[in-house]
């Protein structure tokens, strides 16, 4: 079997899911994680698990000399260095097949299932996104040639030093394993083929603000109505309506439910469903973001006009 690693710094205060968080990686025992931070680090945590304990003025010192440039680390900054997480904890990576870079607001649910011996012996590179890096999950053969691949990207040094995120785990990386000529120059198997993870019409993780959507269960994670299994629940704009989460790591759950305001054991009433139902017809998640667009929109034409 193909040894994973995945890294994960984070840095301010856990998010009150966490904990949840944890217990999903304890049901993915043959994979590891390494987590970078300043957080207090939890008395009880999966064996898969390691916490690297430091801060960020240290790590910048130590990102900057690996990487040869000038980094303003910020945790957000955190997204532009994935590509380079490999060279940046060489110490740490060294002893396994693969390594790789995902996000903390996640489920995990059975990453073995999806991503399987024989993806692993045929690719290099595997994302679970389509035709794109992934910077929730995205996993890398540990070879020189891929753990130093962000020295080749044009401007790299220009992209890390920026004092703002630039989308270099994401559009950048892609773009420049789409290009032709780093094609023909490199023997580099890629593959995204499908979508391993939550994902509405459009593929994106984004998701409407319902009750109970999805279960997690002994270590897969299905969506609580169609009984769709995916890898792992990305909930990126739950995370902001996210108030709270019964699951703690000592009850050693076994089932769990997500909604887009907490994590907890016990289904909503078919009353609050309704009623949240709507609310979603009023002002959800979908209904706000063409509200935004529209003002984006309009801002727009008024400075043509």
């Known amino acids: 079997m193909k040894s994973i690693l995945l890294i994960i710094p984070y840095f301010g205060k856990w998010p009150i899911w966490f904990e949840a968080h944890l217990i999903s990686i304890k049901y993915n025992p043959s994979i590891n994680w390494l987590c970078p931070t300043d957080c207090k680090i939890p008395e009880e945590h999966p064996e898969n698990i390691k916490f690297l304990k430091t801060n960020l003025e240290n790590l ?49 649910g059975d990453i ?56 270099t785990d994401e559009k950048i990386l892609t773009e420049f394993l789409k290009n032709k000529s780093f094609k023909k120059g490199q023997d580099v198997k890629v593959y995204w083929a499908k979508i391993l993870l939550n994902s509405d019409s459009k593929g994106r993780a984004h ?31 739950w995370k902001r309506t996210m ?13 769990f439910y997500i909604s887009f305001n907490g994590m907890h054991y016990k289904r909503h009433s078919l009353f609050k469903k309704l009623q949240r139902t709507f609310i979603n017809i009023l002002n959800g998640y979908y209904v706000k973001e063409r509200r935004r667009k529209r003002k984006v929109w309009l801002k727009k034409i008024k400075r043509k006009l």
């Open 60 to 108: 910048n010192k130590h990102v900057n000399e690996v990487v040869d440039c000038e980094v303003p680390l910020t945790p957000r900054k955190f997204c532009d260095l994935k590509p380079a997480y490999a060279h940046i904890f060489s110490e740490e990576v060294e002893v396994y097949d693969f390594w790789g870079f995902c996000d903390l607001d996640i489920i995990w």
């Open 112 to 167: 073995r299932k999806f991503i399987t011996p024989q993806l692993l012996e045929n690719y290099d590179i595997i994302s679970s996104r389509k035709e794109a890096i992934s910077g929730h999950f995205n996993l890398f053969r540990n070879s020189e040639k891929l753990n130093k691949l962000y020295r080749e990207i044009p401007n790299y040094k220009k992209l890390f030093e920026h004092p703002k995120f630039q989308w």
């Open 207 to 237: 998701q409407e603000y319902e009750f109970d959507k999805w279960i997690w269960e002994e270590g897969k994670v299905k969506d609580a109505i169609t009984k769709k299994e995916v890898m792992y629940l990305h909930f990126i704009n």
């Open 243 to 255: 108030k709270y989460s019964e699951i703690a790591y000592k009850d050693d759950a076994e089932k």
